[in-house]
């Protein structure tokens, strides 16, 4: 699972693969650098966890990326998902099934749509933690 959130972009693992001069204005040619360097099949849970990482960090942040990536990584994502079994015990696993479920739906929608997504805000780990924080208070 991410190191500060259960999506897959929310890793050392998936930063480290992140090729980019601003992660948080990555381009789309700075992805397409960052998915061409994984090797395939991956086998390396966290390496797989990066690949879908780096696929919806430059979806979200409103990069094109190319049909192979997105196949790859809507496979990618299903196979993680079959680990991370839905539990009403344990909502860490919880978190990150719905989390690679909005993934899988995101790389559907680029499926879709030429290999974009409308971008979407994705929280820092200040603003979750903030946001735990007002939970907290609130009950």
Known sequence: MGAWGPESC???????????????????????????????PIKDPYDAEA???????????GCSVERLHLVKAAATARRLMKAFKKSDEDFE???????????????G??????????????KGLFERMNDKLEEAEKS
């Open 10 to 40: 929310s890793s050392d693992h998936c930063w480290d693969a992140l090729k980019a001069k601003n992660i948080h204005k990555i381009t789309t040619a700075e992805t397409k650098d960052s998915l061409d360097s994984f090797e395939f």
């Open 51 to 61: 690949y879908v990482g780096v696929v919806i960090w430059g979806l979200r942040h």
């Open 93 to 107: 696993l919880t978190d990150r099934h719905d989390a690679l479920q909005e993934e899988i739906l995101d790389i």
């Open 109 to 122: 929608k680029a499926l879709a749509n030429n290999g974009i997504i409308k971008p979407k805000h994705v």
